[in-house]
């Protein structure tokens, strides 16, 4: 009994110490684990801090790389702009000189034609030549006389050569210098000078507002002497009712008399289409006369440079401020009123005939050259 009853107190302290060293061996079996994940964590973490080195490395050398090739490529894209400059310049000398050839080419070709002519051939180029211009110049300018006398020296000059084949030129000739001849002419010196002497009468011209006294007019009428009758009356000793009543009307007779006297010599009635040609005051009628030779001079320039729907109209409107403005009763308002219609009705644009007949003629005998 004594021998078995120690076992017994021993077995519960060897299972208390297992069950002390279990946790234990976890925790160092943790710590290892933990050791060796450390370990793993730090080597990838090596790697991955090499590999981004490597990476860094290449990106540099690539970015090098790159910048290099830009530098060739800008180098490259400068001798190509050059290049092409140059082929720019070269292409620009090539043109230059084949037109340079080409001109050439047609100075020859016409200069060939010209050796080939004829005398006579060579002449009616000519005349045809000066026809045409003279046609240009005629319908720039308005005025015939141009080509009125491009037909006569052409005629002339067809004459002296008296060559039977030049015939019909000059009978072309002639019927064309009849049918410009017809067309008439406009004698700007003529309506121009015209136009100078109205504008210096216009200061001369009566105004509506300021109408010289017509003559032959009847002088205002005289006024009716006094009466005796009051001075009668008060000489009297003695008036009665009726004689005062007379003095009085009698009195005012010949107040009323004397006061028409007046207003008869002052006041003149005019009959008027225009109330506001009477309401112009003496301030203004001289930029009326002003506005007067503006308009004129506005139509002289105009005929002048052969503008002649403008110089209707100017001389339209100063024709309207005669009729409207001035005393139509007036000689020298009529003779300017005169002046300014005749001038309008001369100063016309001109249809001038083209010479189709001669340039026909010239035509056919050179061959249609």
């Known amino acids: 009994m004594t021998d078995s009853s120690p076992a017994p107190a021993l077995q519960p302290r060897h299972g208390a110490l297992d069950a002390h060293l279990l946790p234990t061996r976890w925790i160092v079996a943790g710590a290892l684990l933990l050791a060796v994940l450390s370990a793993g964590a730090v080597v990838y973490a090596w790697n991955t801090q090499q590999r981004v080195k490597g990476l860094e490395q290449q990106l540099v050398k690539r970015q090098q790389d790159s910048a290099e090739q830009s530098a060739e490529a800008q180098l490259l894209a400068k001798q190509a702009q050059e290049a092409a400059r140059e082929s720019a310049a070269k292409v620009a000398l090539l043109e230059a000189r084949v037109a340079e050839v080409s001109v050439q080419r047609t100075q020859l070709e016409a200069l060939i034609q010209t050796m080939s002519r004829s005398q006579d051939e060579n002449l009616l180029a000519d005349v045809d030549a000066a026809i045409r211009v003279a046609v240009q110049q005629a319908a720039i300018t308005g005025s015939v006389e141009p080509l009125l006398h491009t037909l006569r020296h052409a005629d002339e000059r067809l004459a002296r050569q008296d060559q039977p084949r030049l015939q019909g030129v000059r009978r072309a000739l002639a019927q064309d210098i009849e049918r410009v001849r017809a067309a008439g002419r406009v004698d700007l010196a003529a309506l121009v000078m015209r136009i100078d002497e109205v504008v210096r009468t216009v200061d001369e011209l009566p105004l509506l507002a300021a109408a010289e006294r017509r003559r032959g007019a009847s002088p205002p009428a005289q006024p009716a002497p006094e009466p005796a009758a009051p001075a009668a009356a008060a000489s009297a000793p003695a008036s009665t009712w009726a004689g005062l009543r007379q003095s ?43 506005n007067l030779k503006l308009r004129l001079l506005n139509a002289r320039l105009a005929l002048m440079s052969r503008q002649f729907d403008t110089a209707q109209a100017d001389l339209h409107d100063a024709q309207a401020a005669l009729d409207r403005y001035f005393d139509r009763n007036s000689k020298r308002v009529i003779a300017a009123g005169d002046a300014l219609r005749q001038i309008s009705g001369e100063a016309r644009q001109l249809d001038v005939p083209r010479p189709d007949a001669t340039l026909a003629a010239i035509a056919a005998v050179t061959g249609g050259r």
């Open 248 to 290: 009085v009307a009698a009195g005012w007779d010949a107040v009323a008399g004397r006061i028409w006297s007046e207003a008869r010599s002052l006041i003149r009635v005019t009959p008027i289409e225009h109330p506001e040609a009477m309401l112009i005051a003496p301030e203004q009628a001289w930029f009326l006369r002003e």
